[in-house]
């Protein structure tokens, strides 16, 4: 499978406790993409990387949010101190310069 | 700013019925892309089309059909003889050509299509 993979596809974790999810993109994509998407909405934008450097964070991204991309290859993002309302799909999402993006499965995220 | 409305938040049709999917987007840039993806309940997005902005051919590829209007800020999406395979939520979606946003989308709300059999 060369597509985009994501770990781990379900996360369960209590209020205050950190995450950390894991994007692999396809392989000789240099962009890489993190995009949140709650029930009933479309994903929303969170951080963009071209290779190793984040050029990108949205507002959406709290100081308690991270996300790293070591060596231009995978991708991690990070939440601390996890509230109920990060509770969501996380996506990644890669690209070779401006072509189009493609996802993974999704990393789906329930904070108790 | 860039903004992309589904005003369709539901649409459920009987096997074999044409649909479409209307899409309206905002936009200051004067290049820009716009795309759909569907999403099976599976939950991974998958990649249907890519068009940009000067070029407002309409394109069909199999069952499918988009319809681009620059004047009317829109970007239809058409499915012949639908099948119940076709369940999904459709996003629209929009992206600059490059600039500061650095490719970023910005996607709609998503159309729920449930097809019956």
């Known amino acids: 499978d060369t597509g985009v993979s994501q770990n781990p596809r379900h996360k369960i974790t209590k209020r205050g406790q950190n995450v950390t999810f894991r994007c692999d993109p396809i392989?000789?994509?240099?962009?890489l993409y993190w995009y949140r998407q709650t029930l009933g909405q479309g994903p929303e934008f969170l951080t963009y990387f071209q290779n190793e450097a984040q050029l990108e964070k949205s507002r959406l991204l709290s100081d308690r949010f991270s996300a790293e991309r070591p060596k231009g290859s995978f991708s991690t993002l990070e939440i601390q101190r996890t509230e109920q309302g990060d509770s969501a799909m996380y996506l990644c999402?890669?690209?070779?310069?401006?072509?189009?993006?493609?996802f993974g499965p999704g990393t789906r995220l329930t904070v108790l | 700013a860039q903004k992309v409305t589904q005003a369709q938040t539901e649409i459920s049709v009987v096997e074999k019925e044409d649909v479409t999917l209307d899409c309206v987007y905002e936009t200051r840039d004067t290049t820009y892309y716009l795309f759909w993806y569907k999403q099976p309940p599976s939950g991974e997005l998958v990649f249907l089309i890519r068009?940009?902005?000067?070029?407002?051919q309409n394109e069909i590829s199999g069952r499918y059909s988009w319809n681009f209007q620059k004047s009317t800020s829109s970007f239809n999406f058409t499915i012949t003889a639908s099948q119940v395979v076709d369940s999904a939520v459709y996003f629209c979606a929009l992206r600059d050509a490059g600039g500061t946003s650095y490719g970023k989308l910005t996607f709609g709300q998503g159309t729920i299509l449930t097809v019956h059999p």
């Open positions: 999402a890669s690209s070779l310069a401006y072509n189009e993006q493609f």
């Open positions: 068009r940009n902005s000067f070029d407002e």
């Open positions: 392989s000789e994509h240099n962009r």
